[in-house]
């Protein structure tokens, strides 16, 4: 038999406390429709593709991702990953403001610079995480160059153009609400802004007093004079990668995502569930949870070879309705570590990281649900032994024999 050989294997761990992350390296790109800034977080790896992010109205890279990707549990995720921030144009932090009159790109436009992007990166595919208007920008790119897109995480977005009446009530409001509070709006719930909690408050703070407010108002036209993506269920136009869809339960965009990509409102509960269990209607989610599946696959209006993971925080597969709500206008924000959990499933459903470790979060429910388990158990070998005393039929084995009853 030959010998056995000692083989050293390196395996990649995520940061420790303490430890320095890569830095960061940002670059500017000229395109046909101006300069694009983007920064790039450590190297890329063999057969991966990069994570590229695109952020929403109102906020820059930093401002939009940073909770997330510094999340403890998603170190492990980034470890396996290079990553690319993309800043929409005049964004960017010290961005100068455009000129009066500046003619800004709109967001079929702003996908077509990411080309030039992956091009001077020399990337050929990537991951896209997008949210509200950054979500639209990433699945027009996606529908523009599929072979480049390997998967999509869109939180929040909105397919569909303003029609007559969003775009008078848009007008009104205009007239009696300041830009930034507008912004605000698009962000978040009214119930959150009225509760004015710290992250409200900061976010508040962030946008109104933006130096380059002017910029991020020309940002903010461009994304109300969004076309329609004009989804075709089993049409031309269709996504044809794995999508995961991410809504907060209070969200702006709720209705949008679920009535205009999905055709229903009754795939989203439109409150929070009323007790353990219960969805928004009074009727039990585990009772619930395999008609709403159905649903999903009659109302699937990306190609059939695409799977496609629908993460709303009042409901969702892995998570129990307690535990997702009160995620507010921006998932990324107020619930990272449960974010971080679905994307790590949808990385492992691709065929990444299938040797990853249970997040925080699994690791928590796994063991109150083994806690549980283990408190029945022992209350119903209780009843058995006691039982089992009681009618005279108590095993005879021999001593320090433990008899386990299954159940």
């Not at 007239?175 to 976010?203: A, C, D, R, V």
């Not at 649900?369 to 022992?378: K, M």
Request: glycine residues 10%; hydrophobic residues 35%.
């Amino acid at each position: 038999m030959a010998e056995l050989q000692e083989v050293q294997i390196t395996e990649e761990k995520p940061l420790l406390p303490g430890q320095t992350p890569e830095a960061a390296k940002t670059h500017s790109v000229e395109t046909p429709y101006g300069s694009v800034t983007f920064t790039v977080y450590g190297t890329p790896k063999p057969k991966r593709p990069a994570i590229l992010t695109y952020h929403d109205v109102g906020l820059n890279y930093k401002s939009c991702f940073q909770p997330l990707f510094q999340f403890e549990d998603m170190q492990e995720i980034i470890q396996n990953f290079v990553r690319v921030h993309v800043d929409a144009p005049g964004m960017e932090e010290g961005a100068p403001v455009f000129p009066l009159g500046y003619q800004y790109p709109s967001l079929d436009q702003l996908a077509d610079m990411i080309p030039c992007v992956l091009q001077y990166l020399n990337f050929s595919t990537i991951i896209g995480v997008g949210v509200g208007a950054g979500a639209y920008i990433l699945a027009r790119y996606a529908l523009n160059h599929p072979d480049t897109v390997e998967g999509l995480v869109l939180i929040n977005i909105d397919p569909n153009a303003k029609g007559w009446m969003d775009w008078a009530a848009h007008k009104l409001t205009g007239l009696t609400s300041s830009i930034p509070e507008m912004i605000l709006g698009h962000l978040f719930s009214q119930e959150e802004l009225s509760g004015n909690s710290e992250l409200i408050q900061k976010y508040r703070n962030i946008i109104t007093h933006a130096p380059n407010l002017d910029n991020i108002e020309l940002y903010w036209n461009s994304y109300n004079n969004r076309r329609d993506l004009n989804f075709e269920r089993g049409g031309d136009i269709t996504l044809r990668c794995p999508v995961m869809l991410v809504v907060g339960d209070q969200a702006p965009h709720e209705d949008a995502v679920g009535d205009q990509l999905w055709g229903t409102k009754n795939l989203i509960p439109a409150a929070k569930p009323p007790g353990p269990g219960m969805g928004a209607n009074g009727v039990n989610e585990e009772q619930n949870k395999g008609a709403r599946v159905k649903k999903l696959g009659k109302r699937d209006p990306f190609h059939l070879s695409a799977w496609l993971i629908y993460v709303c925080f009042t409901f969702s597969g892995w998570c129990s309705p307690e535990q997702m709500a009160d995620s507010g206008g921006q998932p990324q924000l107020t619930q990272p570590g449960k974010l971080t959990e679905a994307f790590k499933y949808f990385l492992q459903g691709m065929g990444y990281m299938a040797s990853s470790c249970m997040t925080r979060l699994s690791r928590s429910r796994t063991a109150s649900l083994t806690s549980a388990a283990s408190v029945d158990g022992n209350r119903s070998r209780s009843r058995t032994l006691s039982q089992s005393s009681e009618s005279g039929t108590l095993s005879s084995g021999p001593p320090g024999h433990t008899m386990e009853v299954s159940c």
